[in-house]
């Protein structure tokens, strides 16, 4: 039987292809008014399914919002403290959320990461949506917390971030509190009371 080789152009030329027909798909969702959570829906399925080859390329050429590059983009190695800015969320359903939606990890993964049985996880996660829908879209963050840290079970979620971000970063009590829309009294309590554990 004779083969068949497919040539450089034609495999080019199969790429831009691809590469028309998810920008024309981008086109059409922005033209029909479609939210921002559904398009990032869609890219976060794409990459999932490993057909989003060329759509950074296409979403760079585009000058399309950076959000959704960032999504797409593989983010750093931790927890981005931009997430805990939200007001519907405990610390650990945000961390939960953000690695089951953000990081595509699945429950075991999540629970092996931060040292909790999965059942834990998965009803964290579960309560999660309920009370917060969409992916957390990370940009400009600065500080990154190790996952690491939350294997700490010594310490409460709070209290970790809270040493981490005050011994390791060297932040003030005001500071962190900004970033993690906190009382600061809550973060020198948290801070405190952490301390404390580590002296008995």
Not at 99 to 114: G, H, Q, T
Not at 173 to 180: E, G, K, N, T
Request: hydrophobic share 35%.
């Amino acid at each position: 039987m004779k083969s068949y080789r497919i040539s450089k152009k034609e495999v080019d030329s199969s790429r831009l292809n691809a590469e028309k027909q998810f920008a024309d798909a981008i086109d059409v969702l922005k033209k029909q008014n479609y939210k921002e959570e559904y398009i990032l829906e869609l890219l976060k399925r794409l990459v999932a399914e490993k057909q989003l080859t060329d759509a950074i390329d296409v979403l760079k050429k585009q000058n399309y919002k950076e959000n959704i590059l960032s999504l797409v983009e593989k983010p750093k190695d931790g927890i981005p403290i931009v997430i805990f800015s939200n007001d519907e969320l405990s610390c650990l359903e945000t961390i939960v959320k953000f690695l089951k939606e953000n990081k595509y990890l699945s429950f075991s993964e999540i629970a092996s990461l931060l040292n909790r049985d999965p059942r834990t996880i998965w009803a964290t996660y579960s309560n999660s949506r309920k009370k917060k829908s969409g992916l957390f879209l990370i940009k400009d963050c600065e500080y990154y917390i190790p996952f690491e840290i939350f294997r700490n079970r010594s310490l409460g979620v709070l209290e970790n971030i809270c040493v981490y971000l005050k011994d390791v970063c060297k932040l003030s009590f005001h500071q962190i509190a900004v970033l993690l829309r906190r009382d600061d009294r809550t973060v020198w309590t948290s801070y405190n009371k952490a301390r404390g554990k580590y002296k008995q």
